[in-house]
């Protein structure tokens, strides 16, 4: 059943893509000197036609019915769709301008994929000047910014919390951790004991590696600021405020700024210019196909056609639109990145991703 319902749909779909050539008389039946393999209503189906479709097709399909008997099941199954196709035509079907629009939007892509696309590949080529050029221009783009990793742990200030009553709490924190610096399985113990950053807590206090806030960085500014100014692997920081809470924060690891050469990032250059000269090349040509047909549009009267969108979806759509992106990382809730990461591997990833990346943007 599901090999049949397969052809059935390359069938219908090769209808129209395999026979673009025809458009101008709408002959969608054109017939050639190929042996004739099937007849129906004085249309004869030849070999030469269905090595339209057969090239197509899936080669592993096609091994499945690389036998007499079976290729007589294939060929029956496609000449049944050319059956049904000169049946719906016979009763109108080509009046019908729902099928009139797929069946143009089907030979759209059809001609985009192919002849468009041919003559844009043929056309695209991209100069070791042009690649140096862009180079020059976007170096700070390919260079890797100095980047450290921390720990932390966070004393919650959260509303009707008494922030003098936490940061005293911090500071006590504080003192216990200088107190046991020099035990290198301390500050763990007491991420364990004291911290309120439920997701890090997990891991330690890790926050992973992450860049200057003014580099592109995630982390809020005072707590980037203050991460940084961090000399040596080990080194713990004062209390760090922000609009979270109170930080105690200790350096675990750095990475050096790594600034790339030209040889470096020439592929990469190579295929952003390439994808950008397609960009350019398909509207090219669609520009020229509207000069050469005398495109015109009535923008008035485009604007004013209703879309007929429920009420329902409209007002779900504005109040997406007018949510704000928020800009930083809160280290309260890097959480949601353990559970973006916990859940990689889980069916439902895809439903909730969405839901759990918007705490990891920039506020």
Do not use: W
């Not at 060929?75 to 069946?103: F, M, Y």
């Amino acid at each position: 059943m599901k090999k049949t319902l397969l052809i059935f749909v390359v069938v219908l779909i090769s209808i129209v893509s395999c026979n673009v050539k025809q458009s101008s008389s709408n002959d969608l039946f054109p017939q050639d000197d190929g042996k004739v393999v099937a007849e129906f209503d004085g249309i004869k189906i030849t070999d030469t036609y269905l090595a339209s479709y057969l090239k197509d097709l899936n080669p592993y399909l096609k091994s499945r019915y690389n036998t007499p008997e079976k290729k007589e099941e294939l060929v029956t199954k496609i000449v049944e769709g050319e059956l049904i196709a000169r049946k719906a035509i016979k009763d109108g079907a080509l009046k019908d301008k729902a099928l009139l629009s797929k069946i143009k939007s089907t030979i759209a892509r059809y001609y985009s994929g192919t002849k468009m696309k041919i003559d844009i590949e043929n056309n695209l080529k991209v100069t070791t000047e042009n690649m140096k050029k862009h180079f020059e221009e976007n170096k700070d783009k390919y260079d890797q910014p100095e980047k450290i990793k921390a720990s932390h742990i966070l004393i919650k200030v959260e509303k009707g919390t008494n922030k003098a009553k936490a940061k005293m709490i911090a500071e006590k924190v504080l003192k216990e951790v200088k107190a046991k610096a020099k035990d290198p399985k301390s500050f763990t113990k007491l991420v364990n004991k004291y911290s309120e950053d439920k997701g890090s807590k997990r891991r330690g206090g890790d926050l992973g590696y992450f860049a200057r806030t003014a580099e592109g960085g995630k982390m809020v500014k005072p707590f980037s600021d203050t991460a940084f100014t961090l000399k040596n692997v080990g080194d713990i920081s004062g209390l760090v405020e922000t609009q979270f809470g109170f930080h105690i924060i200790k350096l675990t690891g750095k990475r050096d700024k790594v600034v790339k050469t030209f040889e470096d990032v020439k592929k990469s250059i190579e295929q952003t210019l390439k994808s950008q000269k397609r960009k350019d090349g398909f509207q090219d040509r669609i520009e020229k196909i509207k000069k050469e047909l005398g495109f015109k549009i009535n923008k008035e009267a485009a604007q004013a056609i209703d879309l007929v969108i429920p009420e329902k979806v409209n007002q779900s759509a504005k109040t997406f639109d007018k949510k704000a992106p928020q800009k930083t990382i809160d280290p309260a809730k890097v959480k949601q990145l353990q559970k973006m990461i916990q859940k990689r591997n889980k069916p439902d990833r895809k439903k909730k991703g969405k839901k759990e990346k918007k705490g990891l943007k920039k506020q």
